[in-house]
């Protein structure tokens, strides 16, 4: 059974940093897309950054510069480093996983959140102005 638990958010100023994390169990998959997705009150989920398997990622463009998406293969971690911070960062922060049969099946649709099979409960990010 697949598990994705994120941690790592919080309440910072304008201007500041942090990190997410996202611990992955249950799966034994070589390949599979992986990404952060973040959502407001009323709003859809939207695609942050994501990266493959295979190690390539791709961001957002209100994110470009200031977040960077890595993984600790040993450790079946994603990572999300925030820095910069801007009050419209503010949201819920989730991070998703869908088990595909190799890297190259991560195309540009899994910007969409209705790709990922399995989703984490979400942590909270707050930047005060």
């Known amino acids: 059974q697949v598990q994705l638990v994120e941690s790592g958010g919080g309440s910072v100023e304008a201007g500041g940093s942090l990190r997410l994390s996202c611990a992955a169990s249950?799966?034994?998959?070589?390949?599979?897309?992986m990404g952060w997705f973040r959502q407001t009150p009323g709003k859809e989920r939207d695609v942050v950054a994501r990266?493959?398997?295979?190690?390539?990622?791709s961001y957002t463009d209100s994110v470009k510069g200031r977040f960077t998406i890595s993984q600790d293969n040993a450790k079946n971690t994603l990572y999300l480093q925030m820095s910069g911070l801007k009050p419209e960062d503010t949201a819920m922060y989730y991070c998703?996983?869908?088990?595909?049969?190799?890297?190259?099946?991560?195309?540009?649709?899994?910007?969409?959140?209705?790709?990922?099979?399995?989703w984490g409960q979400g942590t909270q990010v707050t930047v005060s102005s």
């Open positions: 998703a996983l869908d088990l595909v049969p190799a890297a190259r099946y991560c195309n540009i649709d899994y910007e969409r959140s209705t790709k990922y099979k399995h």
């Open positions: 249950g799966y034994t998959s070589i390949g599979y897309c």
């Open positions: 990266i493959t398997s295979d190690g390539r990622t």
